[in-house]
């Protein structure tokens, strides 16, 4: 394994291990633990922005749209589960509503597989189909930042709209926990915080030789320059679709796991100012690093649900205020700042080392002592 | 010797302004053809027109007796068409060692692609450093070369690409005459292998690497031939070597 890959995987690591060790610090506090898994959670979307955005260019402002999905798909298997023993098993705000029987794309939702599938297959699959359309048009830039959010906003007004199927406004309140092989997974429980803190890791981990890979590398390039990239032969659209479909199946991971945490699903995931937030953590921590954008969502998360504790409404000015200075002074984020810095220590390592090399030759002139003065 | 390419009756227009107009170009297998011509004689579109930038408005574009008028760009590079730009375009935040893996594309699928390293070190990878002189600096990001040094990046990722007909815009464009006199031999080594077509404007270079000439202007070809008939050849002093000079050149 080369240098290249060491210290960046040993980030990985080591990170992979802080948040495993968090369940062992925080003891009996089931309260800061379920808080965790939701920063756990959260850090996901940005995460998958990081490979779409920061890989290959891509910037989804519509993030939520995919989260969004993945929560409702969970949502909706957990609340057949809390409504089992309603009269014919309609969720509770079905009966409100006047719906009589279970619609039909509800039915599946029973099997906790399916949710699983659905939560991460269908925004997979409405990312390849926008992703086609929008790639093989050459949209990019601005345009798919536009195009992305129009979805979100599409996505959210459907799911307010439909009252009927999603619960509205109030979304699915009320759900069951999740019921894996007959063992009950309490979303303050530990080992709810193993299945967010796996997820996050084995997410990262994949993305960690995703990015690495000759597909990141082409990735990289398209996010350079895909005109070149074109005229070496790569399919160009197929990679920006491919990058874009996997990154809104990581966000569907995501919302599941938000879902869970929160023990409901609302529109409010797919509400603009959640997406947009996403796409701060993301530059925060740092684009172009799948594990600084993971470290940037728990760190704006921790800091903001530290102050608004403290503060409340100030919380989103500061976290505001914070964004602001990143982008102004810290393009690449946190991540940059300590690539550069570790950089920068190398470089002036290499030149002391060099430095002293000259001084150590210097030495070895065949000048004899006083020659030099004549 | 046969021909590996053959443009009939290209046409393009921009906006009613016909950049390229009734062009017949032949280029034989393994030939190192020179493209000269004033500037916008139209050579960097006949090029586009080859490697599927531009579409024509009229004519047909046949490379190793196949219709390619209106095959996409990718699947032309994918045919073996290969293309170096008049601003030399390398990808600046990659390294030269990334930039050449791009180049390096005979698997160039998302499911192949998946399966690889970022950078795989190979003989072949060596030897194009070597050849290019960029071997000390395979680590260092494209950003920080020279410009000659882009320019080379750029040549050894056509030369990566191992593409059987490569395209090149003004590959000594701002290189120092050491440059050029480099560049000339790695030509020299590229003849035979590939077949080349080479837009140029220095002519000490032209006459150094080229066996054929074809001179545009204004979009057609107005002659060709070899260095000799072309420097003695009185319409094209008159059209291009009255404009730049080419006998101090
Ligand atoms: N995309 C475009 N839109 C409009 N006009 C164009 C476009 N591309 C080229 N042209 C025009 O077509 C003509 C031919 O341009 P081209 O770039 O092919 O010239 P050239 O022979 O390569 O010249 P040079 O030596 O300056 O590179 C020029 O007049 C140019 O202005
Ligand atoms: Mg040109």
């Known amino acids: 394994m080369s240098q290249k890959w060491l210290l960046p995987l040993l980030g990985y690591v080591a990170f992979s291990v802080a948040i495993l060790s968090v369940p062992a610090m925080v003891g009996d506090n089931v309260f800061l633990l379920n808080k965790y898994a939701r920063y756990l959670a959260l850090a996901l979307p940005a995460v998958a922005l990081a490979l779409c955005w920061g890989q290959a260019g891509i910037l989804n402002l519509g993030q939520g749209f995919s989260f969004g999905i993945g929560a409702y798909a969970i949502a909706m298997h957990l609340?057949?589960?809390?409504?089992?023993?309603?009269?014919?098993?309609?969720?509770?705000?079905?009966?409100?509503?006047?719906?009589?029987?279970?619609p039909w794309f509800w039915e599946p939702f029973h099997s906790l597989g399916f949710a699983v599938l659905a939560g991460i297959g269908v925004p997979v699959l409405l990312a390849s189909l926008l992703g086609w359309f929008m790639f093989r048009a050459r949209i990019a830039g601005v345009f798919v930042a536009i195009i992305t959010l129009a979805m979100l906003v599409v996505g959210n007004l459907l799911v307010v709209d439909q009252q009927r199927y999603t619960g509205g406004l109030n979304g699915m309140t009320d759900l069951a926990w999740l019921n894996v092989l007959g063992l009950q997974i309490d979303p303050y429980s530990r080992a709810f915080y193993y299945l967010t803190a796996g997820s996050l890791i084995a997410v990262l981990m994949a993305g960690f030789v995703l990015v690495r890979s000759k597909f990141g590398l082409i990735l990289q390039a398209i996010r350079g320059n895909p005109e070149r990239v074109r005229y070496f032969g790569y399919d160009v659209a197929r990679y920006q679709s491919v990058a874009f479909a996997t990154s809104a199946g990581v966000a569907g991971i995501g919302g599941m796991l938000y879902a869970m945490v929160l023990e409901f699903a609302s529109p409010t995931f797919m509400a603009v100012p959640l997406s947009l937030a996403f796409v701060i953590w993301c530059a925060v921590g740092g684009r172009q690093s799948l594990l600084a954008a993971a470290i940037g969502a728990v760190v704006v998360n921790?800091?903001?649900?530290?102050?608004?504790?403290?503060f409340l409404d100030t919380a989103q000015l500061l976290v505001g205020g914070i964004f602001v200075l990143v982008v102004l002074f810290l393009p690449r984020g946190l991540g940059g700042l300590v690539e550069d810095t570790a950089t920068r220590l190398?470089?002036?390592?290499?030149?002391?080392?060099?430095?002293?090399?000259?001084?150590?030759?210097?030495?070895?002139?065949?000048?004899?002592?006083?020659?030099?003065a004549k | 010797m046969s021909a590996i390419l053959d443009l009939k009756?290209?046409?393009?227009?921009?906006?009613?302004?016909?950049?390229?107009?009734?062009?017949?170009?032949?280029?034989?297998?393994?030939?190192?053809?020179?493209?000269?011509?004033?500037?916008?004689?139209?050579?960097?579109?006949?090029?586009?027109?080859?490697?599927?930038?531009?579409?024509?408005?009229?004519g047909t574009i046949r490379f190793r007796d196949r219709d390619i008028?209106?095959?996409?760009?990718?699947?032309?590079?994918?045919?073996?068409?290969?293309?170096?730009?008049?601003?030399?375009?390398?990808?600046?935040?990659?390294?030269v060692e990334q930039n050449l893996e791009v180049a390096r594309s005979e698997y160039p699928g998302v499911l192949?692609?998946?399966?690889?390293?970022?950078?795989?070190?190979?003989?072949?990878?060596?030897?194009?450093?070597?050849?290019?002189?960029?071997?000390?600096?395979?680590?260092?990001?494209?950003?920080?070369?020279?410009?000659g040094e882009t320019q080379w990046l750029e040549i050894a990722m056509l030369v990566m690409q191992d593409s059987q007909l490569i395209l090149m815009d003004e590959p000594t464009a701002g290189m120092t005459i050491a440059e050029t006199s480099r560049t000339c031999e790695l030509f020299n080594r590229l003849r035979g292998r590939h077949t080349l077509v080479v837009v140029e404007h220095d002519m000490s270079f032209v006459r150094e690497i080229a066996e054929r000439i074809t001179v545009m202007h204004q979009g057609q070809v107005l002659a060709e031939g070899g260095v000799t008939d072309i420097e003695n050849n009185e319409a094209v002093r008159e059209a291009y070597l009255g404009s730049r000079g080419i006998a101090h050149a």
């Not at chain 1, 800091?303 to 608004?308: D, K, M, P, Y």
């Not at chain 2, 068409?81 to 030399?88: S, Y």
């Not at chain 2, 950078?119 to 002189?133: A, F, H, I, P, T």
């Open chain 1, 346 to 372: 190398h470089g002036a390592g290499a030149r002391l080392r060099r430095g002293r090399e000259a001084v150590e030759k210097s030495v070895d002139l065949p000048v004899k002592r006083g020659e030099v």
């Open chain 2, 112 to 147: 192949s692609t998946l399966r690889r390293l970022g950078v795989r070190r190979c003989d072949r990878l060596e030897e194009v450093l070597e050849l290019v002189g960029l071997t000390s600096k395979r680590r260092a990001q494209a950003s920080e070369l020279s410009h």
């Open chain 2, 9 to 58: 009756g290209l046409e393009v227009s921009f906006d009613g302004f016909k950049a390229v107009s009734g062009l017949d170009l032949s280029v034989g297998e393994g030939e190192l053809l020179c493209l000269l011509g004033a500037n916008g004689a139209g050579k960097s579109t006949t090029l586009d027109l080859i490697c599927g930038k531009t579409l024509p408005t009229a």
């Open chain 2, 69 to 95: 008028t209106e095959v996409h760009e990718f699947r032309r590079a994918r045919l073996g068409i290969g293309r170096k730009f008049q601003v030399p375009t390398v990808f600046r935040e990659l390294t």
């Open chain 1, 302 to 310: 921790a800091i903001q649900g530290s102050l608004s504790e403290a």
């Open chain 1, 79 to 102: 609340k057949l589960v809390a409504s089992a023993s309603n009269p014919g098993g309609l969720p509770d705000f079905m009966g409100w509503n006047n719906v009589g029987a279970l």
